[in-house]
Structures are given as C-alpha cells and as structure tokens.
C-alpha cells in the first residue's frame, strides 16, 4: 500500500506570495491533518480535515487555509508569504475509526520564502 | 493545555549501548502515546503506539512504556546501531478522539561507531 505522498517537495518563494501545498492520504483513510515544523517552534498542528470537513484547527492566522476533496486528497494554501512562514510542511493521514489510530506521516515540502 | 517534554534534547552513545529515552505530558487523561523518528529533512516514521490501557508496546529492538498516572513514557532501545542516529519524538492527542497531536521538541540521538 502506498504511503502518504506530498507534492512538491521543495518550494522556493518570495514574499508576498501565496503557495498550494497538496497532500495524499493512505488509501483508505478519510482524516488528513497538516502540521508545521520549524527548529524554533518544533512541530505545531494546522488543521485536520475529515470527510471534506475541518474538524481541528490550531493557532495560525487566517493566511493559512486548506481544504480536502471527496477522494480525501488536502491541500493547503498560505496567502501572502512571511518570511517566518519558511519550514517543512508535514501532513499526515489516518483512519480515523478510534481514539487509538496511528498517524502516517509523508515526507513533507520544504517552503522557502525569500 | 497538553504539553509535552523531552529530555535530553540530545544524546551521543556508543554502538551496541542500551538507552532510554523520555517523555512526559502535563495532562494524564491521554488516549495513547505515539513515538516517532525522524531523519533530517524528512517526515516521521511511526515507531510505536501504545493505547492509554496498554502499559508497554514492543517492536524489534525498540521497547515503549506508557505510565499515565505519572505523565511519563520511555522509548528503551536495545544494542543501539549508527542506523538509529535520528530525533525521536513523542506525541500525544490534545483532547481525547481528536486526531491533533502536541508533540515534544525530540531527542536527537548519535550512535557512533
């Protein structure tokens, strides 16, 4: 079974700019969350989405945003780029049947902003 | 709020040493407990889940204990190699059934040779 793929993997931006992160899930499983990694702030969680619907949200301002289509693929957008906004991008899928499902985490995309 | 810490925030061995590795979260009323590796610039790689009624998971060379009472887990790894050099990383649910996870900062461990 294919693991969680996430395109691309690397981006280099300028600020100002906005970028679409895309996200593919295990197949099978309906719950994508994004998190953000930095080495200052370490890994802090986005959003999740399941079924087509945002079911978490963690502490980022309205520039970031995402969304999940019905074949549970996920993007996620960030509007007018900061430079503090450069970090790895990881999301991750899982079943999500129960409190004790494992979370598949992909490679993740490295954003550059300049 | 959950938090999660790590300590040490890095640790050099010698190959074919025993260690440990911990954990602690602020609130106890967790669901289960996710340890993960990551290798630099890449993602994480799920190493052990151990579920809140569970008190020990095991995987090859890499043993998990959960003691929620004490907020405290350990990630005990055995006859180290160079190929575990990576971080590790604990992670809990934020709430229970929510799929968002409160990660510590990791343990970045060296086996050197």
């Known amino acids: 079974k294919a693991g969680v793929t996430q395109t691309p993997r690397y981006l280099i931006k300028t600020r100002g700019q906005q970028v679409t992160l895309s996200c593919s899930p295990i197949?099978?499983?309906?719950?994508v969350s994004w998190y953000q990694q930095t080495p200052g702030q370490g890994l802090q969680f986005l959003f999740e989405y399941f079924s087509e619907t945002q079911r978490n949200k963690g502490n980022f301002p309205g520039r970031f945003s995402g969304r999940q289509f019905s074949n549970s693929r996920s993007e996620m957008n960030v509007s007018t780029l900061e430079l503090g906004d450069s970090a790895l991008y990881l999301c991750a899928s899982s079943l999500r049947t129960s409190d004790t499902d494992t979370q598949y985490f992909g490679p993740g995309t490295r954003l550059t902003v300049l | 709020k959950q938090e999660v810490t790590q300590i040490p925030a890095a640790l050099s061995v010698p190959e074919g040493e025993n260690l440990v590795l911990n954990c602690s979260f602020t609130d106890s009323a967790i669901y289960n407990l996710q340890w993960f590796r990551q290798d630099p610039g890449k993602g994480l790689t799920s190493l052990l889940l151990i579920q809140s009624s569970q008190r020990e998971q095991t995987s090859g060379r890499l043993n998990a204990s959960l003691d929620k009472s004490s907020g405290r887990s350990t990630l005990y790894i055995a006859a180290s190699q160079p190929g575990d050099s990576a971080t590790y990383l604990c992670?809990?649910?934020?709430?229970?059934?929510?799929?968002?996870?409160?990660f510590g900062k990791g343990t970045k461990l060296t086996v050197n040779p």
């Open positions: 197949s099978g499983h309906r719950s």
């Open positions: 992670a809990v649910p934020s709430q229970g059934g929510s799929e968002k996870l409160v």
